[in-house]
């Protein structure tokens, strides 16, 4: 199994503003995965961030809005740009395990006011 | 929407008593998982049942699997105050990478 840790584990933000948040693996994974948890909401697959190659993004989200990094095989961020209170969420961080199953971070618990 | 649809939505019940909680979905699948996310918390894998299988267990935990009915229940048995978390089903497929879908989730609440 992947231990994966978040920062920060949750923040207030002005809207308007950028929030970057870190995930950092204890292994090195080639996928690792950026999700959106609207509140008392199922989780949303922004996009996948692979190390050497830009990342894909799914169906209604841009890399203007969540511009992602991926520096290394154990590390990347998500950055919530231009922020407006529908931003206000929880981004979790995952990664595959060695069968098909996902391990997660604990998550960063955004309000945007 | 492809999302998956769990019900029901919240369940509460005694320590000691059995929680039932079902998932439909629509896409043909390769596996299908169950996942526990407290408070608000990341999710926790639970279990994985493959989609040539119809039943598994994990300790305390029971999954089925329909795939004609495309459908899947879990079953936690003599349920623990700790067991108290939301759960999440999530469908997986294959286009290329393993692609997932999620449920809508199941909010339970075991009293003590």
């Known amino acids: 199994s992947a231990v994966i840790s978040q920062k920060p584990s949750r923040d207030i933000c002005q809207r308007g503003t950028s929030l970057t948040i870190q995930c950092q693996v204890d292994?090195?994974?080639?996928?690792m995965f950026w999700y959106r948890q609207q509140p008392g909401q199922s989780l949303t697959l922004i996009a996948t961030?692979?190390?050497?190659?830009?990342?894909?993004?799914e169906s209604g989200f841009v890399i203007d809005k969540f511009p992602i990094s991926r520096p290394n095989l154990t590390f990347s961020t998500l950055t919530v740009s231009n922020m407006s209170p529908e931003d206000s969420s929880i981004y979790l961080c995952?990664?595959?395990?060695?069968?098909?199953?996902?391990?997660f971070g604990p998550g960063t618990r955004l309000t945007v006011t | 929407s492809q999302q998956g649809e769990e019900d029901p939505q919240a369940l509460s019940i005694q320590e000691g008593e059995n929680a039932t909680m079902n998932c439909s979905y629509k896409t043909s699948i390769n596996n299908l998982q169950w996942y526990r996310q407290n408070s608000g918390r990341g999710l926790v894998h639970l279990i994985l049942?493959?989609?040539?299988?119809r039943e598994k267990h994990s300790g305390r935990l029971r999954v089925t699997l329909d795939t004609s009915k495309k459908s899947s229940s879990l079953l936690i048995t003599a349920s623990r105050a700790a067991d108290t978390a939301s759960y999440f089903c999530?469908?997986?497929?294959?286009?290329?990478?393993?692609?997932?879908?999620f449920g809508t989730g199941t909010r339970l609440k075991v009293l003590a």
């Open positions: 995952s990664v595959p395990g060695t069968g098909a199953e996902q391990y």
């Open positions: 999530a469908t997986v497929y294959t286009s290329g990478t393993y692609k997932y879908i």
């Open positions: 961030a692979n190390q050497g190659s830009e990342a894909t993004y």
């Open positions: 292994s090195q994974v080639t996928m």
């Open positions: 049942i493959r989609s040539n299988e």
